[in-house]
């Protein structure tokens, strides 16, 4: 499974960027996927999550700004960012999950995309 993440890029503090995430090699209809991020000297951080069945589980750093969707016909995970803050600075990876469900834990996922850069600005 490989996974190509972009949409990245350099945004003004409340600006807006929507993150992709195509898949090829596993249809991903099945499985649970995620998106994390990791700032310079930090540990990874998980953002959101969505189940084979589309439930969403946000983490209380992105709730009500981050939007987590897919689209099976496409292969493809999303990430609508709104209300970008600076701390919000990150390379921010997409993943694809061991079955259905989905995990806020690193370690509950098989395949991680290359990771997009995102940069907020004060």
Request: with cysteine; net charge positive; hydrophobic share 30%.
């Amino acid at each position: 499974v490989q996974l190509q993440a972009s949409g990245g890029g350099t945004v003004q503090a409340g600006g807006s960027l929507r993150l992709s995430c195509a898949a090829s090699g596993r249809p991903l209809s099945k499985y649970g996927m995620a998106w994390f991020r990791q700032a310079p000297g930090k540990p990874r951080e998980w953002l959101a999550y969505i189940t084979s069945g589309d439930y969403t589980n946000y983490a209380d750093s992105v709730k009500g700004r981050f939007t987590i969707s897919r689209d099976n016909a496409k292969n493809s995970l999303y990430m609508q960012m709104n209300s970008l803050k600076p701390e919000d600075t990150a390379v921010y990876y997409c993943t694809v999950g061991r079955g259905a469900w989905a995990s806020i834990f690193s370690n509950d996922y098989e395949y991680w995309g290359q990771g997009t850069q995102v940069t907020v600005s004060s």
